[in-house]
């Protein structure tokens, strides 16, 4: 599939305006002949929201995004009111004109500058799901730093893990290094689960908070075969080949030999002495 990767400037707040950017990108790349579209994690509202996340909550998704999912594919991020009436920051896969799957983040961070436990309630659930490019799974920003997340997807056949983020820019004395943590992220999620790895993050600024996009694209082997620049709204597509995660998957048995009964007994005993 010929997957494009979003990395966009969302505006604070403002769905309409982020709506309509969307909208651009998304019939732009259906006339290049794009299969899916990702953008960041909160694309569609924004990330420093606090008390914002009350007015730009959707219940469903536009429908402009649901009618423009029959000719391409769609992953996008937003505040969702759930049936239970708490939020959450989720992501969408779009297709065919109907919300294939939404995946709600499960592990909120609220340290340093982030605070969204305040504002949102967790996720319950990580599951790969099919579509018509493959099994895929999804994940939201801090999701990724918890090695189960990308596991759980894994075992349950993802061909494709798509992260969508939120990352701010930290700096030290060498340089940023939030770049490459990401990177090695990846690329270990990539080789571990022997599967494809889309990492799409934004950019812009927020109440003093800039963010660093490098949005990639992992193959199965490790290899970064897409990176977008920093700093500035870009975007690209990457094909990703089925052949070549056949062929990985072939050579190395690092997914298909996993102990599943070991690993849940071995979780049961740590959880008891705890």
């Known amino acids: 599939m010929n997957v494009f990767l979003a990395q966009t400037k969302p505006c604070l707040g ?25 953008f960041p994690e909160l694309s569609l509202t924004g990330y420093l929201l606090e008390d914002l996340v009350f007015d730009v909550a959707i219940e469903n998704v536009p429908q ?7 000719e391409i594919s769609i992953i996008f991020g937003a505040v969702e009111l759930g049936e239970d009436l708490y939020h959450y920051n989720s992501a969408y896969y ?24 305040r504002y949102f309630k ?5 599951r790969a799901f099919n579509t018509k490019f493959g099994r895929v ?14 596991y759980i997807l894994g075992q349950d056949g993802a061909e494709t893990i798509f992260i969508l983020t939120n990352s701010p820019t930290r700096t030290t004395n060498n340089g940023l290094e939030i770049n490459d943590l990401w990177e090695s992220i ?22 003093g908070v800039s963010f660093w996009g490098g949005s990639l694209a992992v193959l199965p082997s490790g290899v970064v075969e897409k990176k977008l620049n920093l700093l500035v709204e870009d975007g690209t597509v990457v094909m990703l080949d089925r052949k070549e995660l056949i062929k990985v998957r072939f050579a190395s048995g690092s997914s298909k030999n996993e102990k599943i009964d070991l690993l849940l ?4 005993r740590i959880k008891k002495s705890r």
Do not use: W
Not at 64 to 70: E, N
Not at 122 to 126: L, N, P, T
Not at 265 to 268: G, P, Q, T
């Open 122 to 126: 967790e996720g319950d659930k990580i």
């Open 14 to 38: 403002n769905v309409e305006k982020n709506l309509k950017g969307m909208v651009e990108i998304i019939k732009t790349q259906i006339e290049k002949g794009s299969d899916l579209v990702v």
């Open 265 to 268: 007994n071995e979780l049961v």
């Open 186 to 207: 990846c690329k270990s999620i990539a080789v571990g689960n022997s599967c494809n790895v889309v990492m799409v993050n934004r950019v812009g600024i927020e109440d």
């Open 64 to 70: 402009i995004l649901l009618d423009l999912s029959k």
């Open 137 to 150: 799974g999804m994940l939201i920003c801090e999701d990724a730093f918890h090695q189960s997340s990308s």
């Open 94 to 117: 779009l297709e065919d004109g109907q919300v294939k799957h939404k995946h709600r983040k499960v592990y909120l961070p609220t340290y340093g500058l982030f605070d969204e436990g």
